[in-house]
């Protein structure tokens, strides 16, 4: 008992609930970060995992994610996350969507879930049956549909504040990008890099996502070694996490790292560094990757798509922000993106205190 407070202490969550449904079989743990901004959003994930403890340190280390990434998107909503404690291919059935959506409700609003890794829009539906504290559910129903379409335009624009900041150059025309990962977002994401007339590397294990690419964007395949090792203007990794590391940091030659994969770094402070030693300019994965989370956050409202796209591409003014507080204050992007997010939160609470 108290081992799971200290854990809960430590990164100063506000509320943990087990939710456990032996009719079901729902074991599921929703993580309530931090509600200064507003209720907390984000996404549910269903995952095998080997013990409780792993499910625990997964939904407190992503539900702290979510309450930065919506600070700094200058959302007004805090950080939650839930997991699902199960094989998505064998224990999933509709009671236990349903039965996962009351837990939701009982929370009066104060957590609101999402898809996430091993759940599916259609899941959402489900969930939907029982709380209207959710989103990402389809266009047809409503809702926002597919957040990947927002995501990669926000790590388009992103690419270009960085571009602009690194190189001065306004765009992307003739310049050399790698893409690491085309399922949905790299997909989306060759369509904006070719209409301004980008060359796209890249790479995917999937062989027919490589061959759509090829085929309608002219993308020049290549290994993933010779990926990361080639001279490129901008490295995108929209795959996998971890992918910079000291081993990749070595090779690349890149000058700016611009992708939507989740915690790009192996090692925060370590990799940033050696980043800085290299010269090459990352952009913070959780601010450059918000627009799926800025997409789905406008289903609150009433969904209006004119205003999603408007806010997504303010992740450019967001992105040069952070760049010139990084390089005003002599510390990584990412160190001053955390700093903002932190900040934001702070900052509210003050002005809230003293009205
Ligand atoms: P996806 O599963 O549709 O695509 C991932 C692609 O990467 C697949 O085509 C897969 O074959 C490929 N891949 C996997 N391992 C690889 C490897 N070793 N080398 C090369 N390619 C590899 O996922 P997605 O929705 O496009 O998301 C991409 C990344 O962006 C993920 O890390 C995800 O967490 C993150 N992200 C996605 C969204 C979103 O809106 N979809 C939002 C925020 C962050």
């Known amino acids: 008992m108290t081992k799971i407070f200290e854990k809960i202490s430590d990164k100063n969550h506000e509320q943990v609930v087990y939710c456990n449904d032996p009719s079901s079989g729902l074991k599921a743990i929703i993580a309530i970060h931090n509600t200064v901004l507003g209720p907390a959003l984000g996404g549910c994930r269903m995952y095998p995992y080997k013990s409780e403890e792993e499910a625990l340190l997964d939904v407190l ?7 930065y990434k919506a600070s700094i998107s ?28 009351k837990f939701v409700h009982s929370l009066g609003g104060k957590y609101i879930t ?30 926002s549909g597919d957040p990947s379409i927002f995501t990669a335009l926000g790590v388009f624009v992103g690419m270009k504040a960085a571009l ?37 590397y890249g790479y995917d294990i999937n062989q027919e996502s490589l061959e759509r690419v090829i085929k309608e964007f ?16 901008v490295f995108s990794p929209c795959a996998m996490g971890a992918i910079i590391n000291p081993s990749s940091i ?20 370590r990799d940033s560094k050696l980043l ?18 800025m997409n789905v956050a406008n289903e609150l409202k009433g ?29 990584s992007t990412l160190q001053a993106a955390n700093l903002l997010a932190e900040r934001r939160i702070q900052d509210y609470i003050k002005w809230n205190h003293q009205q």
């Open 276 to 293: 800085s030693e290299k010269e090459i300019m990352y952009v913070p994965d959780y601010v450059i990757n918000a627009g799926g989370l």
């Open 303 to 331: 969904y209006n798509k004119e205003k999603a796209k408007y806010q997504v591409e303010g992740i450019y003014y967001i992105l040069m922000r952070i760049f010139d507080y990084a390089a005003n204050n002599n510390m």
């Open 114 to 143: 999402a898809e996430d890794v091993g759940m599916s829009v259609h899941d959402m539906e489900f969930i939907r049956m029982e709380t209207n504290s959710v989103t990402g559910i389809t266009r047809a129903m409503g809702g």
């Open 61 to 67: 280390r992503l539900s702290r994610g979510m309450t």
């Open 218 to 233: 002219g993308v020049i395949p290549v290994d993933n070694d010779e990926l990361i090792s080639m001279n490129l203007d």
């Open 164 to 200: 602009k900041k690194k190189l001065n150059i306004q765009s992307l025309k003739g310049l050399k990008i790698g893409v690491q990962g085309f399922g949905k977002v790299g997909y989306y994401l060759c369509s904006h890099l070719k209409s301004e007339g980008a060359k796209i």
């Open 250 to 269: 070595k090779n690349l030659k890149c000058s700016v790292i611009a992708g939507a994969a989740n915690n790009q770094l192996e090692k925060e402070d």
């Open 74 to 101: 200058n959302l007004n909503i805090g950080g939650g996350k839930a997991v699902i404690i199960g094989d998505p291919n064998k224990d999933k059935s509709e009671v236990l969507l349903r039965s996962f959506g």
